[in-house]
């Protein structure tokens, strides 16, 4: 790739010797302007390698044209030459504090000239191959971390969906959940980055569930008073699995996982924490995991329909619920709807679903106030 070297000299004389000059061996391109207005406009636009700009021009003289073109973004280590017959002191350091890099003299058969001329050639040339591997560096480093973070990503899905199956049929109660839970984020105003995070780490919810006999978690009826402390016990086995985790994703998990059953009035478990005490995410998760475990057939009970479950928040926001957390979610309805009915159903990083047979589920079941607290 040629050097690409911008000249900006108000003398059209000057400006064609040094075009020959510096293209004579082949491994340069020259853009000349007369005008340094016009030189910085397309400075802007495109990107140079080397610099020569005559100190006394009519607009702007080299030292402020210098000053200038250092703040355009990418040109702060581009070498610039100055131009100039005057080589006074005062001349020299206020070009080297605007960011001159050398000095050429005026006089065109000048072997200074020459030899100055072939260095900067090969220090632009040196310039341009650094930051192009810079960039090439940068590059890789972004997509190798975009990479580490979609595994993370799916890492973290297929753990939830592992803990679904168990007690879900298609194990997309994790999907729809983490959709939930990010409308209500966004609505919320959060930002972005957390509303990102909490849509990848709500479907963690359920982990503990790994640690619940078949036989409480299936059953097919009401549970005992000692059947529920057992069910109860999923939200503190679920911060012990993901806690300590040095992945901020799953450290957000094992707050959702600890509290998404605590209520706002504070008569939920395992702590009995209430209103702000609970973490944002685990009030976001609390909504759109109730919501979807109301309107969805479980082992123990038939889907309620989607109005009552509406309802069902209502009544109890400022209770169970966060009530901002509750609006928010009621205020994208029409979404709610869409993801309920099976819409929005892009597969959360590639993961399909369902990916094991269906379980057949009995007709009878609880109420829906046990639904909602287990």
């Not at 021009?57 to 703040?71: N, V």
């Not at 972005?192 to 097919?220: E, Q, S």
């Not at 709610?336 to 597969?347: E, K």
Request: net charge negative; aromatic share 6%; charged share 25%.
């Amino acid at each position: 790739m040629l050097t690409q070297a911008l000249l900006v000299d108000d003398s059209r004389s000057v400006l064609n010797f040094l075009k020959r000059h510096i293209e004579a061996e082949g491994l340069v391109e020259a853009t000349t302007f007369l005008d340094p207005v016009e030189a910085l406009a397309c400075a802007r636009e495109r990107v140079f390698d080397l610099v020569l700009v005559d100190y006394e021009m009519p607009h702007m003289d080299g030292i402020s044209f210098i000053r200038t073109f250092r703040r355009l973004p990418g040109c702060a280590d581009i070498p610039i030459a100055m131009i100039t017959s005057r080589q006074t002191d005062d001349v020299k350091m206020e070009a080297l504090q605007a960011g001159a890099t050398d000095f050429l003299p005026k006089q065109p058969q000048s072997v200074e000239m020459t030899v100055r001329l072939r260095n900067l050639i090969q220090f632009g040339a040196a310039v341009r191959k650094l930051s192009d591997r810079a960039a090439h560096l940068a590059s890789e480093v972004a997509a190798a971390t975009r990479k580490l973070g979609e595994r993370e990503e799916e890492i973290i899905l297929r753990l939830a969906l592992a803990v679904e199956y168990r007690d879900n049929d298609t194990g997309e109660h994790a999907l729809r959940v983490a959709r939930y839970s990010r409308i209500i984020a966004e609505q919320l105003g959060l930002p972005a980055r957390l509303c990102r995070d909490i849509y990848l780490a709500a479907p963690l919810h359920d982990v503990g569930k790994v640690a619940i006999p078949d036989n409480i978690l299936l059953k097919p009826g009401k549970l005992t008073d000692q059947e529920m402390a057992v069910i109860r016990t999923h939200a503190t086995i679920g911060k012990k699995i993901l806690a300590d985790s040095s992945c901020e994703l799953i450290q957000l998990g094992a707050q959702i996982a600890a509290g998404h059953h605590e209520r706002w009035d504070g008569a939920g478990y395992p702590s009995g924490l209430k209103a702000d005490e609970i973490p944002m995410a685990a009030r976001v998760v609390a909504v759109a995991d109730v919501f979807d475990a109301l309107t969805t057939r479980r082992p123990y009970k038939e889907p309620m329909p989607i109005e009552v479950a509406r309802n069902y928040l209502v009544e109890n926001k400022g209770r169970q619920f966060d009530p901002a957390c509750v609006e928010a979610f009621l205020s994208r309805w029409d979404e709610v709807l869409d993801i309920a009915a099976g819409g929005q159903a892009t597969p959360f990083h590639k993961v399909e679903a369902p990916l094991t047979p269906t379980m057949e589920c009995p007709v009878e079941g609880p109420s829906p106030e046990f639904a909602a607290t287990t």
